[in-house]
């Protein structure tokens, strides 16, 4: 194939000859003027010896076998030369190359985009990986078992937070519910998107509270607590920063530090992006769906129920 | 105390499996008022840090300070009031190191960098 620089050119070339040859057709009264204007400008200008040879031959062969003078057959020479002067590349070609074009490279850009956040994705893979997540119990909002198995098979997305939070989580359950909307209208409910809310405050938020609370922002949102020992494991096992006391009298009234961040796991349970307070939901569903997309692409297993 | 304005025990907080039930969305946005009303109180007072300041926003602010205390709980009240302070301090050091940035970039400019 060509270079890029070399078709641009022979391309510039072709509609500058076509702008020429446009002049004559439309004005009868110009035409020889134009005609051997364009002609001597060709001849000047032309660069390709193969063009220049077959105009030479043409000419006298024209000469020849015509009883009637030269610029009589004036038409139909124009079209030839121009045939001739500007080869395959008509407009239809430019277009077609300009489309080519244009396909080529949004294909690589998205090819591109696509294999960035697969190496991103698979760095969390393998032996010797930081590891984000890992194998813990804690129990749903029924008091049953659930464990990093249950989190298998679905891409989850995980926060850790505590009910009597005062601003932010409820800023950011907010922003999990329209990001949970907008990828399932996304998915066509496919039920491959598990979102998760883990507690920090153990010993105040029960399964009762957890769900009277998580019930406000998204009904959807898996609530999971546990002991002060199993809640403290898996703020471990996701690096959350963890600090809830641990004997606190009844009705006393104390804050949790904990982190800020969701994280995005894929259905292997490796992490895969964090989801920060600088997203928005339009963000944060777009990278949480590019995702999806490209384990579906590569036909990994899914399950949906 | 009461941990919520309408309710003077724990009785009503408790869950029934021992949990504590959290403030919901109403009073959150209850509490959230009350902390607005009185911060504007304090930005009208120039005070900044409502905990040290304690007396003087008592004084200046009294019906706001009362509001935003029965609307929150007291360790919202307390996290809010050094979270402004927080911020106040932040945005101050931003605004510090644009300024200083600026300068530097004139500077900098001033003996003929960055003049193409």
Known sequence: ?305 | MGWLPWSSGDSKNAASDGGRIAPDRTSRARCWEGRDLFFACLDKNDILDGIKEDKKARQKCAKEVEEFEAACSQSWVKYFKEKRVMEHNRDKTIERIQKEDAAKVKELKSQGWGSK
């Open chain 1, 1 to 305: 194939m060509p270079s890029p620089m070399r078709m641009a050119g022979l391309l510039s070339r072709a509609t500058r000859n076509m702008t020429i040859e446009a002049a004559p057709a439309s004005s009868t009264r110009i035409v020889p003027f134009l005609r051997n204007n364009a002609s001597q400008c060709r001849a000047y200008t032309q660069q390709r010896p193969r063009c220049q040879q077959s105009m030479r031959s043409m000419i006298p062969a024209q000469n020849d076998f015509s009883t009637s003078a030269f610029r009589a057959k004036g038409p139909t020479m124009g079209q030839m030369r121009q045939r001739h002067t500007t080869g395959p590349f008509s407009w239809k070609a430019a277009l077609l190359f300009v489309l080519t074009g244009a396909g080529m490279m949004v294909y690589f850009r998205v090819e591109k985009a696509r294999l960035e956040r697969k190496r991103m994705a698979e760095m969390s893979k393998g032996v010797g990986r930081p590891k984000v997540g890992g194998p813990f119990v804690l129990k749903d909002l029924d008091g049953k078992e659930f464990t990093e198995e249950d989190l298998k098979g679905k891409y989850s997305f995980v926060y850790f937070g505590f009910t009597h939070c005062p601003d932010i989580c409820p800023d950011e359950l907010d922003k999990m519910a329209e990001i949970i909307e907008k990828v399932k209208a996304s998915t066509k409910d496919e039920k491959l998107f598990m979102p998760v809310f883990i507690t920090c405050d153990p010993v105040r938020d029960t399964p009762e509270v957890l769900r009277e609370y998580l019930k406000e922002f998204h009904p959807g949102i898996v609530g999971l607590t546990g002991t002060y020992e199993q809640v403290k494991n898996v703020c471990k096992q996701y690096r959350v920063y963890f600090s809830t006391p641990k004997d606190v009298k009844p009705g006393e009234d104390y804050l949790v530090d904990h982190s800020i961040y969701f994280y995005l796991m894929d259905p292997d349970n490796d992490f895969v992006e964090c989801i920060g307070r600088q997203d928005t939901p339009e963000s944060a569903s777009k990278v949480i769906l590019e995702h999806i997309n490209d384990w579906k692409r590569e036909g990994k297993p899914l399950k949906t129920v």
